[in-house]
């Protein structure tokens, strides 16, 4: 496997508050992407404490289950936990420090990404960063928002194409170091060839699955590849930070 991770400032914004994180050993890749949010700087920091905190705790326990761990049922539920608790431990990082000054009262971030070993991939997701499945005729959300608009999806009161514009549709509904507690959504499925992309949103509020997949099927490097996505998302307008992380399976 292949992996090359890179974040942008966008077209509109001075600070870049989304950060990232990438570790790889053995047949393991761990990746995510936090998009912080709150006054002044207090979205990157809360972005970078969350990815520090999350990596941090992950890794290592991660390094242990894999080495002592054979058994594949074990190790999904192992991996699972353990991903609650590295997700626990950010929020209460972020929660903690946002409640010790002030000028960082009321910051949170998002928090998405995977877990790959051998053959078996979790995802894992806070807010509204996204992971996706593209291969060169499909690109598949595997991930669920915690968003307003997904919440009117869901309800059927609107269509795919209306929430792609909606007003509201940068407002979420669940964050890291908002609450004291905090629910992370962990799903594991099979590892399937093509790439797993996770991004932030002023990527994925440019979906187009068409653009994506053409982009995907070039023959360029993973790293072009990942900047001509970061590219694509400020020729549409990049009114956000643009995060990107590419995981090709088949290299």
């Known amino acids: 496997m292949q992996v090359f991770g890179t974040s942008d400032v966008g077209m509109r914004r001075s600070l870049n508050e989304d950060n990232f994180s990438v570790e790889t050993f053995d047949d393991v890749v761990i ?4 998009d912080g949010m709150g006054g002044a700087s207090a979205g990157e920091v809360a972005s970078r404490i969350a990815c520090r905190t999350f990596m941090t705790t992950l890794t290592p326990k991660i390094r242990e289950i894999k080495e002592n761990i054979a058994d594949k049922t074990e190790l999904i539920i192992k991996v699972e936990r353990a991903i609650y608790n590295a997700s626990e431990k950010a929020n209460e990082e972020v929660y903690s420090k946002a409640n010790l000054d002030d000028s960082l009262s009321g910051m949170g971030t998002t928090l998405s990404g995977c877990i790959i070993i051998e053959d078996i991939l979790w995802t894992f997701n806070v807010g509204d960063s996204r992971v996706y499945h593209i291969t060169k005729d499909s690109a598949k959300q595997l991930t669920v928002d915690h968003s307003f608009v997904q919440t009117l999806l869901d309800e059927g009161k ?6 792609q514009n909606h007003p509201n549709k940068n407002v979420i509904l669940r964050a890291l170091g908002v609450t004291k507690n905090v629910e992370c959504d962990v799903c594991h499925m099979e ?4 790439y797993y992309l996770i991004c932030s949103d002023g990527l994925s509020n440019y979906f187009d699955s068409d653009k994506f997949i053409k982009v995907l099927s070039s023959f360029k490097g993973l790293s072009e590849k990942a900047e001509d996505l970061v590219t694509y998302a400020n020729s549409m307008g990049g009114s956000d930070n643009i995060t990107v992380i590419l995981i090709d399976t088949e290299k």
């Open 158 to 163: 609107i269509t795919l194409a209306e929430a």
């Open 191 to 194: 590892v399937n060839k093509g």
């Open 31 to 34: 990746a995510l992407v936090c």
